[in-house]
């Protein structure tokens, strides 16, 4: 009752009496002035949350990203953890063990798929009379009548059976007819053979490839250089688009200019075409400085591979125009704005402004494009190892095992589809994460 | 206005030079030579092919002289591929696929990219909004050879009972089918996000505001208002998506077999066929640059914003 | 024009709240406001940023963005009740009976169509049987109302051909195209050169004796105040604090804020040697607003139940009410003085 008088009172100008009442009761000290420290307590500020501590925050809201996020790091464990746990090396050609299938049968089924291969493969090699011959002995032992119809039978199936041009049981109709169902893993038959003898032998989870090499510990060894290449170009695309970007954004006048006119020749030139012809021409020329002395140069370059450090330079030289852009835009936004102004009235020199004022203030969208920038990374790699113009053998990436794996697709499809969808999987959940990272550190964005 | 396309055709005729050289020069740092995959050449045969096809020059010399072919329009002839066969009769007789399987595979990712786009911005956090945004997502994350082999596998016979296409490109109407498919999804994808990300941040307008005061409906909010000015900067990505796809064509055509021009262009790399490679650069590069320029100048078009007289910026 | 003028109420609004709910926690932009509004007359609604006053604006519009809503009180305009209309209501009510000019007239135009082109959609989105040469005819006769001159030229021109302050014109033309009886005005001036914004609040002074229709006018200039309203109310955090007269307001505010806002505005008759004085200190935290008075952290004359208590509203003149304890302490004191008075003070009020 009391609230409904109080609503009417504030819309209709008319002091409600029984608040004017209720002023009499009010404490004797309601009156005095407040002191200074009461008001203070009274503004309950909200802590203030740091930058990055609010990303965060409003990343892990983020169930999408999130998510993507574990997948990667599980990838990542997949690629750099995995090879120590799989006791075969990405090159290792198994003796025995080529074109295994992600699945086996055990010892004891192999061999009664052989004999039933045997028996009905030989079978179907016996010439019709010979065949019926067979039948009437079987016929006669088991104590049955062995009719004209059976001998027709008989007769027929053998015809057939050798106008199949030897149409024999393949090993998979042999263990439907027996009922024997595949067990997960490939092993090689020596590999059963050791495991029926007790041994514990490690098994090929995703099969193994033509030349006997395990596909698991390939596509570990993929992923590894997928992941390798992305980081390392997002970092090379980095340093030198923040570095030109800033300068050219920071100096203005004629050196941007200039500088920009560089980068809209840049932007058009066909990317794809220059990565494919400076990929195949440094590839030849790392190798020769490989193999040029002992430096640490030359170490480096043989720890990494030249052919990885061919694809590092070639992105490098072509990729670091968006990144320039953007942070030649974010540059030119903040040099308008006045604590830079402030700064600069303060005597500090261009170098601490770019680092101290600007460089923080674009911080989130540079971390995203970097970010951005692994995804796009290995989708190129994979691209040109695909065209057999990335990595060579017998290092192996994701693009080159589909390309190999691109003869055979009818007979092994999981050669391809296995590399493919950690592919795909990996460059989904980074695009996913990158985007939940532009939403989280550039709440404007977020609509 | 005039002085600007001026400008902007200096600009790519500027960037057509470099790219020139830039291949020529790469193209002579690859060691090896053409004739090396000959068989058991003799120095003497290698000199005088050499001499023949003018590769005993020093570099600067061979790149003024093809520089000079080629303002006569000659392209000079294929060393290696198809020897002495002009390299230009090649290009002409190949592009045409390419650009063809090109144009449609655009074609209909603009058609059905944008559209979803559009939707996904106005259901923006719905159900259809995610789901058009994993699928997109997954678009433009899943290279181009993994989309054409999932086609071929999957509707070419490799799942049982599904033999719906050709799986080799004989150049009729349905053998174009798959590899349109396979090279339309990514460019799809991709301006169906470029677009949902246009369209909200032009929702987020205040003339959307201003538009919704006026007391318009919704439809015609959302298609007369929002998405014009959304198409601005959809615009912008179109330029390098055409030049994508063309590249992506590369892929498709070596899984499908096609006689294009980049799965040639890729084998004349292999092949060291020197003006092959030139030919097949330049040709495409000036095909990628005057279609950024198009796109360019289409830009400044539909924006009224911008002034074309006073130089575009 | 409306010229049939109509008298008594055009907008109530009763005890509206609107909150904002964030990821952080509800965010309580407009906390419970409630004041009248007659046909032709103008209101200033007067407000620091964020105090929710143009939040409160977009409430009677129909236009709040999620995640904002209103969660209470009422809004009737010509004794409809606008928070039960449907959408398609509100659609045919925004623009035809109510209209909004918002701050920035660079923004609020849209870049690639031309100036005739949004006024004759603005027209014929509730008239269809206009035709578009009656609407173009009526979008040129109107553009030159709002004194832009060389209309047929001007139809055929971008929003970026135009300087601001005929930005704004065209704005203001767009809204009364179709002669609403409200228009609200979010901050029209801010964004324009001092010498445009007189120009633009004489144009809306003019029109509005024109065309006897009801202003809303949002703004955080107590100059522009006094230019062009007739009453009134000063928003805080949330809240009508003060509300009265243009007059009562200026020579005799009733509310610290007030107090605090005149100080801070430079005057043209003011001694050379008196300093505009800043209110002190930063609003409140709307995500977390304490149980007292909004403004008593940054009031001089605080005291301790202002901590503790939002004050009531009190009667301090004709029209004129306050929401301060220093307003009740006043009162408390003369009922002190004269006992005798309260019997029939209240014998009054249960008449009244």
């Known amino acids: 009752m009391a609230e409904k008088k109080m609503k009417r009172a504030i819309g209709s100008l008319q002091p409600d009496v029984e608040e004017i009442l209720h002023w009499n009761d009010l404490p004797a000290d309601a009156f005095e002035p407040a002191s200074e420290s009461e008001k203070e307590n009274f503004i309950q500020d909200r802590k203030s949350v740091s930058y990055w501590k609010d990303a965060w925050r409003r990343l892990r809201r983020n169930k999408v990203a999130m998510v993507a996020m574990v997948i990667v790091i599980l990838l990542a464990l997949f690629a750099f953890v995995g090879p120590m746990l799989v006791p075969y090396s990405y090159d290792q050609q198994i003796r025995g063990a ?91 038959d020596d590999e059963l053979q050791r495991m029926a003898n007790g041994e514990s032998v490690f098994p090929h989870v995703f099969g193994t490839d033509t030349h006997g090499r395990d596909i698991l510990a390939r596509t570990m060894m993929g992923a590894r250089v997928s992941m390798i290449v992305g980081i390392c170009c997002a970092l090379i695309v980095l340093v030198i688009g923040a570095l030109y970007g800033s300068i050219s954004g920071y100096c203005g006048g004629k050196v941007d200019a200039v500088m920009q006119r560089i980068v809209e020749i840049i932007y058009t030139i066909p990317e794809v075409l220059i990565i494919l012809l400076l990929g195949t021409v440094l590839r030849p020329v790392l190798s020769n400085f490989q193999n040029s002395g002992d430096g640490p140069l030359q170490s480096l370059v043989t720890v990494l591979g030249p052919n990885l450090i061919s694809i590092f330079i070639a992105f490098g030289m072509l990729y670091w125009v968006t990144m320039s852009r953007i942070i030649r835009g974010q540059i030119l936004q903040l040099k308008q704005q006045e604590y830079v102004t402030a700064a600069r009235a303060l005597g500090a020199k261009g170098g601490r402004i770019i680092k101290r004022h600007l460089l923080p203030n674009c911080i989130g969208q540079i971390v995203t494009t970097t970010f951005l920038q692994i995804p796009s990374a290995i989708f190129t790699e994979s691209f040109l190892s695909f065209l057999g113009m990335g990595v060579t053998a017998p290092m192996t990436s994701l693009g080159s095992m589909c390309s190999d794996a691109l003869g055979g697709l009818s007979t092994y499809p999981y050669r391809l589809f296995i590399p493919a969808i950690i592919l795909s999987v990996m460059i989904l959940c980074l695009n996913l994460f990158g985007d939940g990272l532009r939403d989280a550190l550039d709440p404007r964005l977020k609509k | 206005m005039g002085k600007y396309v001026i400008k902007r055709v200096l600009m790519a005729v500027l960037t057509l030079f470099i790219v020139i050289c830039l291949t020529f020069f790469l193209m002579n740092a690859v ?16 000199d005088a092919l050499n001499a023949k096809y003018g590769l005993d020059k020093p570099v600067i010399v061979q790149l003024g002289l093809y520089l000079q072919d080629l303002l006569h329009g000659d392209f000079r002839e294929s060393l290696r591929m198809q020897r002495d066969r002009p390299v230009l009769d090649i290009i002409t007789t190949m592009f045409p696929i390419s650009a063809s399987i090109g144009a449609i595979a655009i074609g209909w990712a603009i058609l059905v990219g944008v559209p979803l786009g559009c939707l996904a911005a106005y259901k923006r956090g719905t159900w259809v909004d995610s789901l058009l945004r994993v699928i997109c997502t997954l678009g433009i994350s899943m290279p181009g050879f993994v989309v054409a082999t999932i086609l071929l596998h999957t509707l070419t016979g490799g799942i049982e009972g599904v033999n719906l296409l050709p799986a080799l490109f004989d150049g009729t ?63 912008t990505y179109l330029g390098p998506q055409i030049a994508f796809t063309l590249c992506g064509g590369f892929v498709v055509e070596t899984v499908f077999s096609i006689p294009g021009l980049g799965r040639y262009f890729i084998q004349s790399i292999q092949n060291r066929d020197y003006p092959l490679i030139m030919g097949t650069t330049i040709f495409l590069a000036a095909f990628i640059i005057v279609m950024n320029l198009i796109v360019d100048l289409l830009y400044k078009l539909v924006d009224p914003r911008i002034n074309l007289s006073k130089g575009g910026n | ?117 949004q006024l004759i959609e603005a027209l014929r989105a509730h008239d269809k049987s206009v035709s578009k040469e009656e609407a173009a005819k009526r979008a040129m006769s109107m553009l030159e109302m709002v004194g832009i001159n060389n209309v047929q030229k001007r139809m055929k021109q971008y929003p ?193």
Not at chain 2, 31 to 45: K, M, Y
Not at chain 3, 233 to 238: D, E, F, I, L, P
Not at chain 3, 330 to 342: C, L, M, S, Y
């Open chain 2, 31 to 46: 060691p090896g030579s053409p004739w090396l995959s000959e068989r058991n050449p003799s120095q003497a045969t290698i």
């Open chain 3, 1 to 117: 024009m409306a010229q049939t003028e109509k008298t008594g109420k055009l907008l109530e609004v009763k005890d509206l709240r609107v909150s904002f709910f964030t990821p952080a926690g509800e965010v309580k932009a407009v906390g419970g406001i409630s004041y009248e509004l007659d046909y032709g007359e103008v209101m200033g609604i007067v407000g620091e940023s964020g105090s929710g006053k143009s939040q409160e604006a977009y409430a009677i519009m129909g236009l709040l963005q999620s995640p904002g809503k209103v969660i209470g009180g009422s809004i009737t305009l010509e004794g409809e009740d606008v928070l039960a209309k449907s959408k398609a209501e509100m659609i045919a009510m925004r623009g035809s009976k109510v209209a909004m000019i918002f701050q920035n007239p660079m923004t609020c135009l849209n870049p690639v169509y031309t100036i005739g082109n």
């Open chain 1, 98 to 188: 080529n074109n295994l299938h992600p699945w086996h049968y055990t010892w004891e089924d192999k061999q009664r798929i052989s004999a039933y291969m045997e028996e009905q493969n030989g079978l179907a090699n016996l010439t019709p009379d010979e065949a019926v011959e067979q039948a009437r002995a079987e016929a006669e032992a088991e104590g049955r009548e062995f009719t004209r119809i059976d001998e027709a039978k008989v007769r027929a199936a053998a015809v057939a059976g050798a106008q199949g041009g030897g149409d024999t049981v393949t090993e998979e109709e042999a263990a439907e007819a027996l009922g024997i169902k595949t067990k997960p893993f490939g092993y090689s």
């Open chain 3, 160 to 352: 970026h051909e135009l300087s601001g302050g005929m930005r704004q014109r065209v704005m203001i033309a767009m809204g009364l195209i179709c002669h609403p009886q409200l228009l609200i005005a979010d901050e029209p001036t801010t964004a324009l050169d001092v010498t445009i914004q007189a120009q633009i609040l004489e144009l809306m002074k003019d029109l509005q004796k024109k065309t006897h229709m009801g202003i809303i006018f949002i703004t955080h200039n107590l100059g522009v105040v006094a230019e062009i309203c007739d009453k009134v109310s000063v928003m805080y955090a949330g809240k009508i604090v003060e509300q009265g007269l243009v007059d009562d307001i200026f020579y005799h505010p009733a509310h610290p804020y007030t107090e605090g806002l005149l100080r801070s505005m430079p005057r043209v008759d003011a001694e050379s040697y008196e300093r505009l004085i800043p209110i002190e200190g930063t609003p409140v935290d709307m995500l977390n607003p304490p149980e007292g008075c909004p403004f008593a952290p940054r009031c001089e004359h605080a005291m301790k139940i202002c901590l503790h208590k939002m004050p009531p509203y009190v009667e301090v003149g004709d029209r004129h009410r306050s929401a301060c304890w220093l307003r009740v302490e006043e009162q408390v004191q003369q009922e002190k003085a004269a006992p005798e008075a309260q019997a029939g003070e209240k014998e009054a009020d249960e008449r009244g």
């Open chain 2, 173 to 235: 109407p349905k053998s174009y089918i798959m590899p349109c498919l396979a090279l339309g999804f990514y460019p799809m994808c991709y301006l169906s996000r470029q677009t949902r990300t246009a369209m909200l941040d032009s929702i987020n307008q205040e003339y959307i505001k201003t538009a919704r005061a006026k007391g318009l409906k919704n439809g015609k909010i959302i298609f007369k208002h929002a998405l014009r000015n959304a198409m601005i900067p959809v615009l």
